[in-house]
């Protein structure tokens, strides 16, 4: 979904209007325009052509005419852009080479990245998002090598755009690289191939941003979790010592670092472009934050029982293993179900 920064982003590298392939029923075209910007649109089959099967019968928002991946490199005056290309095929990839081969200077992508549902391993490669070949990295079945191949083009912005499930979606501008040769193979790096403007890896605030309605969901599910245990557990407290409200603000107070840490701990684990220890900060905000309010119970509480003791401590244990355990499954699962 386009955003004001994202049009103007655009604009700002189009300066000779925009190409874009693959433009389904026009709408970012529509958008660009209505911003000033000259742009011309294709696609294979333009909506509401009944040979697509994602627009059959839908109106189209912005004139698109017929034409392919060819098509960009009869344009290389004009920044490409490239809307959620289609999974896993090849034309995404065909269409930057091509343009690049053409002389083209600047590239927009809008989509999500290595992981996720748009374009292919080698479109990836292309762009400088791999920092290896994921596919013998991770003995991927039915993903080409992508060890050879030299990234033509280097990312010098990046915006977070609305997304509608777990994954990120962004734009990307990219300039052209004029010698890839002289660009290291993802074999021969340790970071995506990146400009001043876009380093490859989100910052934070970014990163919550991107966090999607389902990791949103779950960190409220678990504020609501938290004050409603609190609530539960009041009578007994004030019976062993424990001032409640105490317990209430810490418990409460922790809910959205546990929350978020399991949220974040997951999106991070799975995502191909960032590094294990980019998630060992929320992993570890997690475990403070389900300790948080059993520690301060210990550790105030007048006179418990030995059992009562024992089983805080075997809770604290079992359901702290749990949530790391659940974490990485979770992790685990979402980049199986992508892949």
């Known amino acids: 979904m386009p955003t004001d920064e994202a049009l103007d982003l655009i604009g700002a590298a189009s300066t000779a209007g925009v190409v874009e392939i693959g ?12 911003n000033g910007v000259d742009v011309l649109a294709y696609d294979i089959a333009p909506a509401p052509s009944a040979d697509n099967h994602l627009f059959e019968g839908r109106d189209a928002w912005f004139p698109v005419a ?33 343009f690049h081969d053409a002389g083209g200077q600047r590239l927009a992508f ?21 920092d290896r070949c ?13 060890c050879d191949v030299q990234p033509m083009w280097r990312c010098t912005h990046q915006s977070s755009l609305p997304s509608w499930g777990e994954d990120p979606d962004r734009l990307q501008i990219f300039e052209r690289i004029e010698d890839p ?28 941003r991107e ?35 105490w317990f209430l603000a810490i418990d409460i107070g922790t809910a959205p670092m546990y929350g978020l840490g399991q949220a974040m701990g997951v999106k991070l684990i799975r995502d191909a472009t960032r590094p294990m220890r980019d998630a060992l900060p929320w992993i570890a905000a997690l475990l403070v934050a389900f300790v948080a309010p059993y520690a301060y119970l210990l550790a105030s509480a007048g006179k418990l029982p030995t059992y009562v003791i024992l089983g805080v401590a075997l809770w604290i244990v079992v359901f702290g293993a749990f949530a790391v355990g659940r974490l990485f499954r979770d992790a685990r699962r979402q980049s199986t179900e992508v892949a």
């Open 110 to 130: 809008v989509g999500q990245g290595p992981g996720g549902v748009t374009g292919d391993v080698r479109f990836h490669a292309l762009v400088g998002n791999l």
């Open 211 to 245: 966090l999607g309605v389902l990791g949103q969901v779950w960190t409220l599910t678990v504020i609501g979790f938290c004050v409603a245990r609190a609530v539960v557990v009041w009578p007994l407290l004030r019976r062993y010592g424990v001032n409640p409200w």
């Open 23 to 34: 433009a389904g029923t026009g709408y970012w075209a529509a958008m660009l325009a209505a």
């Open 66 to 98: 017929v034409g392919d991946e060819a098509m960009a490199a009869s344009h290389p005056d004009r920044t490409l852009l490239l809307v959620w290309p289609t999974y896993d095929e090849a034309w995404p990839a065909e269409a930057i080479e091509r």
């Open 181 to 208: 040769e002289q660009t290291p193979l993802a074999t021969e790096r340790s970071s995506p191939v990146a400009g001043g403007g876009c380093d490859g890896r989100p910052s934070g605030l970014t990163a919550l």
């Open 134 to 146: 994921y596919p013998c990295a991770l003995g991927v079945a039915g993903h080409a090598c992508t």
